[in-house]
C-alpha cells in the first residue's frame, strides 16, 4: 500500500492544494532534476520509485531507482559524496520532482567523476551534429 495519496480527478486539489501526491508513471517511476543547492547548477537527471522517495523524506538523503540496475541507488554511498537534500520541489501536476542538494565530499556527482553529468553541448553546424566538451564554468 502507498504512502501517497491517489491523485483526484480535480485538478485544481493537484495543481493548487497542499497534498503531496506524487505522480509515477506506469513503470512506477518519477523523474527527480537534481540542483546544486549552492550555485543552482544542474548536476542529474533520475528516476525515483516510491521506495526511493520515501526513503530520501525519510532520511534526507537522495535515493534513486536505476533503471540499468533495476536496484535502489543512494546517490554517493560508495563513492562518499551523498546528496543531502535541501528542499524538494513538485512541478504543477506532481508527476517531476526537483531536488536541490549539498554533495558532500569532494563533489562530483556524475559517476565519470565530474561535477555534473551534463558535461558536453550539443552543437549543430554545417548540417551536422557533434558534440563539445563543455567547461566547468559553463556547464
Same mark, same amino acid.
Given at each position: 500500500m502507498s504512502i501517497?495519496?491517489?491523485?483526484?480527478?480535480?485538478?485544481? *486539489? %493537484?495543481?493548487?492544494? *497542499?497534498a503531496f501526491m506524487p505522480r509515477f508513471d506506469a513503470s512506477g517511476l518519477i523523474t527527480a532534476i537534481v540542483t546544486d543547492a549552492r550555485d543552482g547548477e544542474l548536476l542529474m537527471v533520475a528516476h525515483m520509485n516510491e521506495e526511493a522517495l520515501r526513503l530520501t523524506l525519510e532520511t534526507g538523503i537522495a535515493h534513486y531507482w536505476s533503471r540499468s540496475r533495476k536496484t535502489l541507488w543512494k546517490k554517493g554511498e560508495t563513492s562518499g559524496n551523498l546528496q543531502s537534500? %535541501?528542499? !524538494?520541489?513538485?512541478?504543477?501536476?506532481?508527476?517531476? !520532482?526537483? !531536488?536541490?542538494?549539498?554533495? &558532500? $565530499?569532494?563533489?562530483?556527482?556524475?559517476?565519470? /567523476?565530474?561535477?555534473?553529468?551534463?558535461?558536453?553541448? %550539443?552543437?549543430?553546424? /554545417? $548540417?551536422?551534429?557533434?558534440?563539445?566538451? &563543455?567547461?566547468d564554468h559553463d556547464q
Open positions: 501517497f495519496p491517489a491523485q483526484p480527478s480535480d485538478k485544481k *486539489a %493537484v495543481e493548487e492544494g *497542499a537534500v %535541501v528542499e !524538494l520541489r513538485t512541478d504543477c501536476d506532481q508527476d517531476a !520532482l526537483w !531536488l536541490k542538494v549539498h554533495v &558532500a $565530499g569532494d563533489g562530483p556527482t556524475c559517476h565519470t /567523476g565530474r561535477r555534473s553529468c551534463f558535461y558536453r553541448r %550539443v552543437v549543430s553546424s /554545417g $548540417g551536422k551534429v557533434s558534440l563539445t566538451m &563543455a567547461s
